[in-house]
């Protein structure tokens, strides 16, 4: 049981403990990532990829963003990406050797996979850590190990879940962390729209097809009701709810 401070809402709690616990854990517990360091994150607009996006920033390193639209690149910014990299137009390791001046990217946040990880791995400074976080591509890439050799470098996985199960007081503690930031406005889960459970499905291909900025939010139809009576969905949104902090 993880307590949620009175000053986080019930949707932005559901949405935030999966994506920014698994990424807490990679980046402190697996990664070790120091202030000053150059951390890339792939698929930097999804739930995962803009928590490693916002605490990277939270622990001084500089973020450099990689995603497949430029809207995506804007709301990365937004969430406080340094630089930035689309990487359905751009050449992903010489735009990440560019933007280190050649040097490479310190730690690497790997959740998409398929053809983007040798690319990432390309551009790992000496002694860097490439993180594998999961497989959104669908694609489990093959890895050239002398890679991992000529560049001194380690590749570490994250498995959040076998965390938690394996090492319950240390994720109690990564969760309460967490919270305590949210609450104090240093991380902003972003909360992509709220669905009922008779929708869900269509949040599920808002996922697939990749529409989704941050992280969706399904909930039991009397609350939904709830919530969209004491606020209207916006226009096109196809009856969608905005999160806006609801309170408890």
Same mark, same amino acid.
């Given at each position: 049981m993880i307590e949620v401070p009175d000053a986080v809402g019930f949707e932005v709690a559901a949405a935030t403990l999966l994506t920014y616990a698994t990424t807490w854990h990679a980046l402190i517990d697996r990664a070790n990532l120091?202030? &000053? #360091?150059?951390?890339?994150?792939? !698929?930097?607009? !999804? !739930?995962v990829g803009i928590a490693a996006v916002e605490i990277g920033k939270l622990l001084g390193a500089r973020v450099i963003a990689a995603a497949s639209s430029? *809207?995506?690149?804007?709301?990365?910014?937004?969430?406080?990406?340094? #630089?930035?990299?689309?990487?359905? %137009? #751009?050449?992903?390791? #010489?735009?990440?050797? %560019?933007?280190?001046g050649g040097d490479g990217v310190n730690v690497v946040y790997d959740p998409v996979g398929g053809p983007f990880t040798e690319a990432a791995l390309r551009s790992i400074a000496w002694a860097g850590r490439y993180l594998v976080v999961g497989f959104a591509n669908g694609e489990i890439p093959k890895i050239p190990l002398n890679l991992v050799l000529l560049k001194g470098c380690q590749i570490?996985?994250?498995?959040? &879940?076998?965390?938690?199960? %394996?090492?319950?007081?240390?994720? %109690?503690?990564? *969760?309460?962390?967490?919270?305590?930031?949210v609450a104090a406005g240093r991380l902003r889960p972003h909360v992509d729209a709220i669905l009922p459970f008779a929708r869900a499905g269509e949040a599920l291909a808002r996922m697939e097809r990749r529409e989704v900025m941050g992280s969706s939010c399904s909930c039991p139809d009397g609350i939904w009701a709830f919530i969209r009576a004491a606020r209207a969905p916006p226009v096109g949104s196809g009856g969608a709810l905005p999160a806006s902090g609801c309170r408890r």
């Open positions: 120091q202030a &000053g #360091e150059t951390l890339l994150v792939l !698929g930097a607009a !999804g !739930g430029d *809207a995506k690149l804007a709301f990365c910014r937004a969430h406080g990406a340094d #630089e930035t990299i689309q990487y359905v %137009r #751009e050449d992903l390791k #010489e735009s990440a050797k %560019r933007l280190t570490v996985g994250v498995f959040w &879940g076998a965390f938690v199960a %394996r090492e319950p007081e240390r994720h %109690r503690a990564n *969760a309460d962390a967490i919270f305590a930031a």
